[in-house]
């Protein structure tokens, strides 16, 4: 728990003088008491108060922290997003790069190393996942994974366009069929989330889904 000495002057006494408060280390223990409150009782139940008393704080110490309760539960996942994003983006980068090969089936085992790269990282970042999957009802962010399924269509929707410039061609989808196979894909990769799989278990899922829904894609796609 933090000892909070002075709030107004953000100061503790040691040998005697007045010496600054080291405010990196409040601040993590806060994000820590964050982290078990949201992962309790979920966004909307949450309580800065409960928070603030954890840690040692009067809850008008703790909104200069953190202007609302918002902002705390973005402090716990937007740099996960961030980083998921630049990665993802990596990701389909490298997919181009294997589409001027005119491999169709290059390409798509190149794909298929996606689902487990991504339940990996999500393990890697397991907590920050499950308060976005599980816990962010009534934030900006409980639409997460439905966000990830457009993400994931257009991305792949764009790959299509660019293989008939490689001459390679795939079967054709209405957009509504496409929307919800690509939906389920996506949802059914963060069920291991929901059910709180171990990490051993997550990544034997991550290949049961491949091999569950590689067939339907090819299948449907003509590959």
Not at 19 to 28: F, G, L, S, W
Not at 82 to 102: N, S, T
Not at 174 to 184: D, G, I, N, P, Y
């Amino acid at each position: 728990m933090i000892f909070y000495i002075c709030e107004q002057c953000s100061l503790t006494m040691k040998g005697g003088l007045h010496m600054p408060r080291d405010k990196t280390q409040a601040h993590e223990k806060i994000i820590q008491a964050a982290v078990r409150e949201f992962m309790e009782y979920g966004f909307e139940n949450a309580s800065m108060r409960r928070i603030a008393s954890e840690v040692g704080l009067t809850v008008g110490a703790l909104y200069r922290h953190f202007p609302n309760k918002e902002e705390m539960f973005a402090a716990l996942v937007e740099p996960t997003i961030d980083e998921l994003m630049a990665k993802y983006q990596a990701f389909v980068e490298q997919g181009y790069e294997v589409m001027k090969c005119g491999d169709v089936q290059q390409l798509w085992d190149e794909s298929e190393s996606e689902t487990k790269w991504l339940m990996c990282f999500v393990y890697d970042h397991f907590e920050a996942f499950k308060l976005l999957i599980c816990r962010s009802q009534g934030t900006r962010f409980e639409s997460f994974v439905h966000d990830m399924a457009l993400l994931e269509e257009r991305s792949t929707h764009d790959y299509f366009e660019r293989m008939k410039h490689y001459n390679m061609t795939v079967n054709e989808l209405s957009q509504q069929e496409f929307h919800m196979l690509v939906t389920a894909n996506v949802s059914a990769l963060f069920e291991a989330v929901i059910h709180d799989f171990s990490r051993e278990e997550a990544i034997h899922y991550a290949q049961t889904l491949d091999a569950f829904f590689s067939a339907g894609w090819k299948k449907i796609l003509g590959i």
